[in-house]
């Protein structure tokens, strides 16, 4: 009987046709692939974090009771900030212009931006090595106005690294503010110079409040992007300035220690997530590319 | 019809490849200038003589051959490998014990053979000095470690390996003949005396590029990179005095595939012949003690192998033993 119901509602609902695939079963290849060779891999050295060289939380301890590490976390964690805090300042002001400039001129400051973006790392990791150095263009260009009468040690320290880093970060601080101040009706500004606002005012009273979201949220993306960074800072920084992921590859690599490895990896993960967590919770998703 | 002709083409070739390929044998080591010399003097005559194709793989990473040796998935057969990892690794089962009825050790020079591991190559850290850049170059391990005397950065190898704790050790006065067992506190109390005027370099390429652009216009450099910076036309110095020997060695990981062709490539890459072709293209010495012969004499000059009056030797079978300890030392120290 039932049987019957459901082959009479099909004729009235011809074509007959499989479910149709929604866009969770679409990503499922791919997600299949992650699983596979992204998150089972990830999953097997975290393992080895409690069962190597013998089971328990041994690596743990020593991760947190040794000042080594505690100060490579902590510097990991200081040169994010900076990172983050460079990029907002040199950002706005970027996202600021985009929005207000002619919609012509915009598009080619977006190209340099994406452009850049599309450039490959390891390159441009480079190309500021070449500019920075003791005998680079810029050493040679302060010099040569009489700034300074010697070279400037412009990398192999934090310095290299935190213009490295920064200079990759720009667009991703600079898309989702430029999206935040854009739908800013300018009316409010001229309503705040109408009641009397200066300049300065208005930006701080009004237009840094409004782009608030926006500098959250690309501010965060930085923040946690900075965390697990390893080209920049292992080719422009020096050996005091070791970040978390240098750590780690040097545990598995170098020291053939992945049961320490895995520690440091997990607590990198940890925190990660934890900041993501909290970027969904207040920024959602629908902010982070720009939109 | 033209489809299926192509398709069954293709299929006729890989399976008539498939014999060709399972017999190809894999060769990593560490890329640059080193690895292309290491094809060109070993790996073409090798495929030349037997027939045997030697595909090239690199960098060489101990964290690879342990994954590899652990899954029983080891696609490399010939791994070029730092001489302190080679007598580590030996002991710890990562590979396999060398078969000396085909490579014949009675001409290596046995500072470079274990029962798991030959030598590839030897080098000597000696000090470099880009004399455009600076007034004097210094000549000793104590002028290096002189800041005053020698002001401005100085490069050195970054990562824990025989070298620069000899270097320091040496620096503050240990006699050549008394460095082992190293005496890190010593080694690491000197080391801090420079720790601010130190960059450190991570391969042989950036090495050659602090000391060019004089971001560090002296240093600790491999001898092979100081001989292709001269070459360049740069006008480097480079002191011998008691230059640090270390050396490469060819292992075979545990479960290797191809192993007695494995065993083959490196009876050839340590005859006489490959290993004085392999010295002409890179400026480190061979381990072969033969090879000397068929090279040119000016040429011979310039190895290692002429300096042997002022020379220190890294102790392999110590670092072997201590390697792990000073390595956790060793970075941790980096950091502070």
Avoid at chain 2, 128 to 143: H, I, L, R, S, Y
């Amino acid at each position: 009987m039932v049987a019957q119901t459901e082959t009479e509602s099909a004729k009235h609902y011809a074509p007959v046709r499989a479910r149709r695939p929604t866009d969770f079963d679409l990503t499922l290849p791919a997600l299949g692939l992650l699983a596979l060779f992204f998150v089972l891999p990830v999953a097997m050295l975290l393992t080895r974090s409690v069962t190597e060289p013998v089971p328990g939380l041994g690596n743990y301890a020593e991760l947190m009771g040794s000042s080594t590490y505690l100060r490579v976390f902590a510097n990991t964690f200081m040169v994010s900030g900076l990172v983050t805090f460079v990029s907002l300042l040199i950002g706005f002001p970027v996202a600021w212009a985009l929005a207000i400039m002619p919609s012509r001129l915009a598009s080619v400051v977006f190209a340099i931006l994406l452009l850049s973006m599309w450039t490959n790392l390891l390159a441009r990791t480079y190309a500021w090595m070449v500019l920075l150095q003791r005998t680079g263009v810029i050493n040679k260009m302060l010099i040569g106005v009489g700034l300074v009468d010697k070279p400037l040690p412009l990398v192999n320290n934090l310095t290299g690294v935190t213009i490295g880093m920064t200079y990759i970060m720009l667009p991703f601080i600079i898309l989702p503010l430029y999206g935040v101040i854009r739908k800013i009706d300018p009316a409010i500004l001229q309503a705040a110079a109408l009641c009397g606002a200066n300049r300065w005012q208005s930006l701080v009273l009004v237009l840094l409040p409004l782009a608030m979201p926006g500098m959250a949220a690309g501010a965060l993306m930085v923040f946690v992007m900075s965390l697990g960074y390893f080209v920049t800072p292992a080719l422009l920084g020096g050996t005091a300035n070791m970040m978390l992921a240098e750590l780690i590859a040097q545990f598995v690599q170098s020291l053939v220690n992945w049961g320490m490895g895995g520690a440091a990896a997990l607590v990198l993960l940890v925190v990660t997530l934890a900041l993501y967590a909290v970027q969904l919770r207040f920024f959602g998703t629908d902010r982070l590319g720009g939109s | 019809m033209k489809k299926l002709f192509a398709l069954a083409a293709a299929a006729a070739t890989i399976a008539t490849s498939m014999p060709a390929a399972a017999a190809d044998i894999v060769f990593t080591s560490w890329g640059g200038t080193t690895q292309d010399a290491q094809k060109i003097t070993w790996a073409e005559k090798f495929t030349e003589k037997t027939g045997i194709n030697v595909l090239q793989d690199g960098p060489t990473d101990y964290g690879k051959l342990k994954a590899m040796v652990e899954a029983g998935a080891v696609t490399w057969d010939v791994v070029d490998v730092e001489g302190d990892y080679a007598a580590q690794a030996g002991k710890n089962g990562l590979l396999e014990k060398l078969d000396f009825s085909v490579i014949d050790k009675s001409k290596l020079d046995p500072r470079f053979v274990t029962d798991y591991s030959v030598g590839s190559f030897y080098y000597s850290f000696v000090i470099g000095c880009n004399k455009d850049a600076v007034d004097g170059c210094p000549k000793t391990w104590a002028d290096l470690f002189d800041t005053e005397k020698f002001p401005g950065k100085r490069a050195f190898y970054k990562w824990s390996a025989p070298g620069v704790i000899e270097a320091a050790l040496l620096a503050d006065g240990v006699p050549a003949d008394q460095l082992y067992p190293l005496d890190l506190d010593r080694a690491f109390k000197k080391l801090d005396t420079i720790k601010q005027d130190i960059i450190w370099w991570s391969g042989g390429a950036q090495s050659q590029q602090l000391l060019a652009s004089a971001e560090a216009p002296y240093g600790s450099l491999w001898n092979g990179r100081m001989t292709a910076l001269a070459e360049s036309g740069i006008n480097v110095e480079t002191s011998w005095e008691q230059n640090i020997t270390a050396a490469d060695s060819l292992v075979v990981p545990k479960g290797a595939k191809n192993k007695e062709a494995a065993m083959q490539f490196i009876a050839l890459a340590t005859s006489a012949e490959a290993q004085a072709d392999l010295a002409k293209a890179t400026g480190y010495a061979p381990i072969n003690l033969d090879s000397p012969k068929l090279m040119d004499a000016e040429l011979a000059k310039t190895l290692p192998d002429a300096q042997t009056a002022n020379q220190v030797n890294a102790d392999m079978n110590y670092w072997a033993e201590h390697r792990d300890a000073i390595g956790e030392r060793w970075y941790a120290w980096q950091t502070e």
